[in-house]
């Protein structure tokens, strides 16, 4: 199991068992441990992992497409997987060789993330930081090794990026009264004076800034895999799911329309649905629609790379304008997904809003990240406007 | 056409405005009330009470059968507004309240007796799902089964649908059945208007007499045996283009609703990243709150005007004593203009919701309630805004169109 295309048609061949999961997953609110060992076995949580400790080093769009496939079998699961092996990529650029040593390990490394942080301080010690806090929404953290969290330094010292290792957190159970994406594995995370070495830990600005010529893991690893700007890389990934669960609510449309019958008083049971124009524009609409989100996040999985080749290899860094106008595509392509989904959801009947029917499920997924504050195209359209004028960006400045 | 006892108010001078002043002090309560609703999956019986004890189900009851025959706008803006403290509750008294409209279609004697003594009336109906009508002595033998009885708990009566056996081709009537004779099931469990209560009704074997049963509207030229038995033309008017005032005005209230709670949100809320300042401050929320407002004013607006010509087709339909065409060209533009403002309204309440932060996506968050009331509404098979306008193309392009 190595090549790109193996890697994909391996998740095209789970999607009925992802399908048949999702209620347990749902309930479970994490995907199984069986499923997890699978996972593993096919080398998904090495995919973004540097060869020289036992990764794949799959390019992005690879990576996008295994996730889109394994969404559309399960949302909650292609987000969990999704977010637990994403960030091997970030610590795989940004941290110091010496870090990237240690937390890679064995070869086995899946690790939650979170910004949204409650009470968490990284205090300065002797060689290293004295780290507490909660974080909350750590999607992935259920089979995780690591999880990595923003943690202020006192008196307005500035923001810490520090991977937590799992000795040193416990995992609430508090994870399933959202709207949607119960399985996702989402709970927080409590960290308790634990010492987090130095080296482990990086500045804010490290990890999220734009204009770099370079980076550890670039220089480490000598792959523009490791030289890109991660947070248009994490919207690709929350997008890859989104795309998936807008094609999942597709194929169960058509699953629905081919197997019932229209119904009108004066003529009674009539053709099947499929037959019926109506329903055929809405599964063309659903098709066309999430045909063009999966084309935008496959593009801006190449144009990470691209960007990131550019400020590696010709020294030009990657600005606020390219990373900003990724996200602008990037949010349209949840735009799609989410007109995809509102409109074979209306289209299949009220039977289609029960408890435990597929369609309510995949509904409420794609509701769940509808609420993200930040991933909003019309709030990020003014942030564009303003990198593209060169003006100051004032609202929502790094996401 | 025999005259039967007029029944009085229990208040005679109640007047519209008074009402819509009891919903509008209803709406905070209500509000509080989401939660527990949703989880009940019912109207409360408090909620049904203060329903009662307002008159509010009496808004549409025809005067001389003990209501206030308030006309369609103030119709709308009642039901709009107890909408807007719980879409689910609005839901019920609308569906319930609107339907002295639909037994106008009944005889006078069929009226007489299910207003009562009192006029003490809710009558939920299911127009389609037909169970079967088995014509026995002089009446018929009924069973059937019926899902989405909004209302239900709170019935005096159901109206089922149900074919004649026998009848070629099939004839689809609908009729009256007493609380007596129908059971509950509860499979409702939608992912939004959890509270309407909309379950199963179930009958077996209901003996009926003749005048409890009449062809279903829309299906066959015969007058209804109710035609013309109020001096209301509003009673007149289409039927379908009625009920669907109800859904655009629970519509309207649950988008109002959810602004109000918006309103609240970004006046209380700050960022969670920087500037860390209250959302109400930011331009991008003050542009989707006034979006929002926009949408839901042209929804109304629309809505309102679309009373009119209801009221001004019906009076016609009334004084050329030729009823309605309920499958015409009218009434599809009428329905279009409904489902036209419920899509504005959804619009609306989807701009809130997903910027209204993800506390709106916790189970029994007021602007997540108004989403999913929405969003669940725009599944019913009335609601199918591509089906509409298909139809009303057909039917101007001189062709034939299929329902609704």
């Known amino acids: ?399 | 056409m025999t005259a039967t006892t007029a029944i009085a108010p229990p208040e005679p001078d109640l007047t519209a405005d008074e009402l819509l002043r009891r919903a509008r002090a209803l709406v905070p309560t209500l509000r509080e009330r989401q939660p527990a609703t949703e989880a009940a999956g019912r109207v409360l019986d408090e909620t049904h009470e203060a329903f009662l004890e307002a008159g509010l189900y009496r808004t549409l009851q025809p005067k001389r059968f003990g209501g206030y025959e308030v006309g369609l706008r103030d119709f709308i803006r009642i039901m709009s507004e107890v909408s807007r403290g719980c879409p689910s509750s609005g839901w019920v008294l609308a569906l319930t309240a609107g339907h002295p409209h639909l037994l106008s279609h009944w005889s006078e004697q069929a009226q007489a007796e299910i207003y009562g003594a009192d006029g003490d009336a809710r009558v939920p109906g299911r127009p389609v799902q037909p169970g079967l009508a088995v014509p026995a002595d002089g009446g018929y033998v009924v069973s059937g089964t019926w899902d989405y009885a909004s209302g239900c708990d709170q019935a005096t009566h159901f109206m089922g649908s149900a074919i004649v056996q026998g009848s070629d081709p099939p004839r689809l009537v609908w009729l009256l059945v007493d609380r007596a004779d129908f059971e509950i099931v509860d499979n409702w469990d939608p992912v939004g208007l959890r509270g309407t209560g909309s379950k199963r009704v179930v009958c077996a074997d209901v003996r009926l007499p003749e005048h409890r049963v009449i062809t279903a509207v829309g299906t066959s030229p015969e007058r209804p045996p109710g035609w013309r038995s109020h001096a209301n033309p509003l009673y007149a008017g289409g039927l379908f283009s009625l009920l669907f005032f109800e859904l655009g005005a629970i519509a309207i209230g649950a988008a109002r609703g959810a602004i109000d709670v918006f309103e609240e949100v970004l006046a209380t809320k700050a960022l969670d990243i920087p500037p860390f300042v209250l959302r109400g401050e930011v331009d991008e929320y003050q542009h989707h709150l006034g979006q929002a407002i926009g949408l839901v004013d042209l929804a109304e607006a629309a809505l309102l005007e679309g009373a009119d010509r209801y009221l001004e087709q019906a009076t016609r339909a009334y004084e050329a004593d030729e009823p309605v065409d309920d499958n015409g060209e009218e009434t599809r533009r009428l329905l279009l203009l409904q489902q036209n403002c419920i899509r504005l309204c959804d619009e609306a309440v989807e701009r809130i919701f997903r910027t209204g932060g993800t506390s709106s996506a916790r189970r029994g968050h007021p602007i997540g309630n108004a989403m999913l009331a929405l969003t669940v509404m725009r599944t019913h098979m009335g609601l199918q805004l591509d089906r509409t306008s298909t139809n009303l193309g057909r039917l101007r392009l001189g062709k034939e169109a299929g329902f609704v």
């Open chain 1, 1 to 399: 199991m190595s090549t790109a295309t193996d890697l994909v048609a391996a998740a095209d061949g789970l999607r009925e068992r992802l399908l048949e999961e999702q209620a347990a997953t749902e309930e479970r609110t994490r995907y199984s441990e069986e499923l997890h060992e699978t996972f593993r076995e096919l080398g998904y949580y090495r995919m973004l992992q540097p060869r020289r400790y036992g990764g794949l080093e799959t390019d992005v769009t690879t990576f996008y497409r295994v996730i889109m496939s394994i969404s559309r079998g399960c949302p909650s699961t292609g987000w969990m997987l999704c977010l637990g092996s994403g960030h091997a990529l970030q610590v795989g650029s940004y941290w110091p060789e010496e870090a990237q040593e240690e937390l890679f390990g064995d070869g086995h490394f899946i690790a939650s993330a979170s910004f949204a942080a409650k009470d968490a301080l990284a205090r300065p010690v002797d060689g290293g930081y004295r780290v507490s806090g909660t974080w909350n929404f750590c999607s992935g953290v259920p089979y995780a090794t690591h999880h990595i969290g923003l943690a202020p330094l006192p008196d307005d010292g500035g923001v810490l990026v520090v991977a937590v290792p799992r000795k040193d957190f416990t995992v609430l159970d508090d994870w399933g009264d959202l709207i949607g994406l119960k399985g996702s594995g989402s709970h927080s995370v409590v960290v308790e004076d634990a010492f987090i070495p130095a080296h482990h830990a990086i500045t804010f600005e490290q990890f999220a800034g734009f204009d770099v010529d370079t980076t550890p893991g670039y220089e480490l690893h000598g792959n523009a895999l490791y030289g890109g700007a991660f947070v248009p890389f994490a919207m690709g990934e929350l997008n890859s799911v989104q795309v998936g669960n807008a094609q999942a609510a597709v194929d169960e449309f058509e699953r629905i329309i081919t197997a019932r019958r229209t119904w009108t008083p004066s003529v009674g049971e009539g053709t099947s649905r499929a037959e019926n124009k109506d329903y055929q524009r809405c599964l063309g609409l659903g098709l066309a629609y999430t045909d063009a989100a999966y084309s935008i996040v496959e593009r801006c999985g190449d144009l990470y790379l691209e960007h990131a080749r550019q400020a590696m290899e010709d020294g030009i860094p990657i600005d606020e304008e390219r990373g900003f106008r990724i996200y602008g595509q990037l949010m349209t392509a949840h735009k799609l997904c989410w007109e995809a989904g509102d409109t074979v959801f209306r289209a299949a009947s009220t039977s289609g809003a029960r408890d435990g029917a597929r369609m309510q499920r995949l509904f409420r997924d794609l509701c769940a990240f509808r609420t993200n504050g930040i991933h909003q195209l019309d709030f990020k359209a003014t942030s564009i406007a303003q990198a593209r004028l060169g003006l100051p960006v004032d609202f929502y400045t790094q996401a």
